[in-house]
């Protein structure tokens, strides 16, 4: 099977990662299935929700070519990119596995953990990000997908702040996510 896995902190999942996940599967006939694969840790962002709050919420966002990894939090500690992508390997060597990203994230690829080593292990498959030039010369194993990904604009730092205040964050989640933060009262007290 061809996946195209789309590692994040989903603090909390929106829309925008829907609308990325559906948008693979719409251009690119040769992926089989979208996984989203939640962080047990960031690196450099701290992350709010606990990783059993995130890993429900992005479950309730599954379809039927979408579907949840929960690789990085089963096992635990610090989350690396290529330490996921060594896992995902040893689970299925029949698997050809693509890595999901924002276009935004290539300039800080030299920061992730080994990454000369990750790029010849996987291929990126990149969303547009505003502001980011998207006829910028990406790698060789680096695919731009095309599309409209207003929505991936979308930003969790803000969906938090919305609830924090008070505000309504109807069209930002999916309605089973909006009911899940309601009913856990997650990000009420942190941004």
Known sequence: MNIAVFGGRFDPPHIGHLAVAREILKQNTSIDEVWFMP?????????????????????????????????????????????????????NRNNKYFWVCGID?????YRWKEYEALEKLIDFLVFPRKGYD???????????????????????SAIRDKIKRGQSITGFVTPKVEQYIKMKKLYTTHI
């Open 134 to 156: 998207e006829k910028t010369n990406l790698p060789k194993n680096v695919s731009l997908i095309k599309g409209d990904f207003s929505a991936s604009d979308l930003s969790s």
């Open 39 to 91: 962080a047990n840790t960031h690196p450099w962002r701290p992350i709010v929700a606990s990783s059993g709050d995130r890993l429900q919420m992005v479950k309730l966002m599954t379809e039927e070519k979408i579907k949840t990894k929960d690789l990085d939090i089963a096992r635990g500690g610090e989350t690396y990119t290529i330490d996921s992508v060594k896992l995902l390997f040893q689970e």
């Open 105 to 109: 994230q290539l300039k800080d690829l």
